[in-house]
């Protein structure tokens, strides 16, 4: 298979017609430009030599025919909060950065049919307030909930704390609307619950990371707030038995399991010494789960029962000492960054071997990298790992990382493929994992996203060097 089409760095007259179809709204400052350029964990510093912001479709439209007639290659970015370089221009300055950031209204909330439509640069934060005060929620919630975008969310297929639930960007999508590579208009924001019309289309820009078209807005599914929630704070010796209260609770429940997380000792043991957020139990536990039940009824009763088999639970009383426990996992990261460098790994397995998988993993990892502290936290009712290797303690710890990064992101991704898993669960490919998805993916699969990117983008205009 030939590579695809890489467009060439713009020339002057290729600049200038961009600027003329962004009208006003477009910069050549650096200290606007600047810290866009910067991925947010500061792994890929980017260049460009123009940043357009359109604040309406019209707009976009024009610069999009403007890239395509002078064949200007141009990355799309959203809150910037990726995690894979996605969103940062090429550093050879070949790409013009598009923040759709100014493309911020909510269009409407639709009550009845329960849908809210946002464009791309709405923050997922508003898009929770606005449907509170409708009495709605909407099912998808992260920790850069302040400043990730609705379109960045669609573009990534974002996840979070309750996919396993209520699923992923690809199932809160009711309708989205996007500009294609050849400046045409995608309009599918009706939302329609049925509609047997052929393909779905929106669904290949869900997900695609811009390699198709920008997305400007979406019309996202709500649900009815919940009245009542229970969450918990459990101990388990083994993960194994942490999946074992996951069933109970779904089966005492009928379903209203809206979160179950997974964390090690050791992250706990990170949240309490870097944080001061010491765990709710009173002894240590190998794991502790996060649990959270959402519906119309109270549901601490069912919740004791679901976890009378940990080892030691406790239940937030209050809504503040619910918000508590969830800041220790919130705060997670945050403690594990103060704590020193480590390779992070995004990945997911099927459900019911992820605790196999999480204590067979870490003990090959850290056989094989001596030093290496593992770290597995996350979602366990739908399989997602962050997986993260630590480096040894001390001022060698960057050089231990720069040493062995790339080979134990390859036995991971590795044993993640033999367990017929992903090496992305919820962070996307970008320039991060692109070399991998190529040696480990499907070749079949891999093949058709190739054909439909040669077919909707032939210019190869739409952030090249992503993901294919």
Aim: charged residues 20%.
């Amino acid at each position: 298979m030939t590579d695809l089409v890489i467009p060439p760095p713009p020339c002057a007259d290729a600049l200038a017609a961009l600027k003329a179809a962004a009208g006003r709204d477009w910069s050549e400052d650096p200290d606007l430009i600047g810290p866009r350029l910067v991925d947010w964990r500061g792994r890929y510093q980017g260049a460009t030599p123009l940043l357009l912001l359109p604040r309406d479709v019209a707009t976009l439209q024009a610069i999009v025919r403007a890239a395509a007639a002078h064949r200007v290659a141009l990355v799309p970015q959203g809150g910037n909060t990726g995690l894979v370089g996605g969103g940062i221009p090429p550093a050879d300055g070949s790409a013009v950065l598009v923040s759709c950031t100014r493309m911020n209204r909510i269009r409407q909330v639709d009550v009845a049919g329960q849908l809210l439509i946002a464009e791309a640069g709405v923050i997922l934060a508003d898009v929770h307030a606005a449907a509170a005060d409708q009495g709605m929620a909407f099912p998808l919630s992260l920790g850069a909930k302040g400043s990730a975008t609705v379109g960045g969310l669609a573009s990534t297929n974002a996840g979070g704390v309750q996919v396993l639930r209520h699923g992923t960007m690809r199932a809160l999508v009711g309708g989205l609307e996007a500009v294609l590579p050849d400046g045409s208009v995608l309009n599918q924001l009706q939302g329609l619950a049925k509609d047997n019309t052929g393909l779905d289309i929106k669904q290949l820009l869900i997900g695609a990371e811009g390699t198709l078209g920008f997305i400007t807005a979406v019309a996202l599914k709500l649900v009815p707030a919940p009245r009542h929630r229970a969450v918990a704070w459990a101990g388990v010796d083994r993960p194994q038995r942490a999946l074992a209260l996951l069933s109970r609770l779904r089966q005492l429940t009928g379903g209203q399991v809206e979160s179950f997380e997974l964390i090690p000792a050791d992250g706990v043991d990170l949240v309490a010494t870097h944080l001061g957020l010491a765990s709710p139990l009173a002894g240590r536990h190998a794991w502790a789960c996060l649990v959270e039940l959402a519906g119309p009824q109270p549901l601490d009763d069912v919740l004791a029962q679901g976890l009378a088999d940990a080892d030691d639970a406790v239940i937030a009383q209050s809504e503040a000492q619910a918000a508590a426990l969830w800041r220790r996992r919130e705060e997670l990261p945050l403690a594990e960054r103060m704590d020193g460098p480590a390779v992070h790994h995004d990945i997911a397995v099927p459900v019911s071997a992820m605790a196999d998988f999480a204590e067979m993993a870490s003990a090959a990892i850290e056989a094989a990298f001596p030093g290496g502290r593992v770290l597995a936290f996350g979602h366990l009712g739908d399989g997602n790992l962050h997986f993260n290797v630590r480096a040894p303690a001390g001022d060698a710890a960057g050089a231990w990382i720069a040493d062995h990064r790339t080979a134990i992101t390859a036995r991971v991704h590795e044993m993640v493929a033999a367990a017929g898993g992903s090496i992305s669960a919820e962070h996307g490919i970008g320039v991060m994992k692109r070399d991998d998805l190529a040696r480990l993916g499907d070749p079949a699969r891999l093949g058709a996203m190739r054909a439909v990117k040669e077919a909707l983008d032939p210019l190869g205009i739409m952030n090249p060097g992503k993901i294919y």
